[in-house]
């Protein structure tokens, strides 16, 4: 069953000052790791908010807007899409991933309830 990984922390973070190495090997380490077993789909780290744009549904219009869906301290920065054996497999590599204090990984199974092709 495929797991997606959603990683999310404080908006503000990170300054500047924040040396963003140490935490891009821990990601390469941990996509190196996944690959090599298998279970590595996809992953990515995701542009900031500034950039998003939404499409809503608006009495039967669809309205685009500027801006994420929601206002939120907190926002999505990056995502993996892991091919695991259970929801425990899923959330191993879910403790891999390098989160600052006060950030998280929302581990959610994929439904594929929607035909595809």
Known sequence: MQ?????HHDSAWPDSSVDMEPLFEQHRKLQKLSKSKG?????DRLHGIETATTVRRRNDELVVTDGPF???KEVFVG???????????????????PVPEGGGVEVR?????????
């Open 79 to 97: 995502y993996y899409l892991m091919d695991c054996e259970n929801l425990d497999q899923a959330l191993e590599y879910a403790r891999m991933i």
């Open 39 to 43: 279970h590595f789909v996809a992953g």
């Open 109 to 117: 199974p994929v439904n594929y309830s929607v035909p595809r092709g």
């Open 3 to 7: 797991y997606m990984l959603l990683i």
């Open 70 to 72: 929601a206002e939120s």
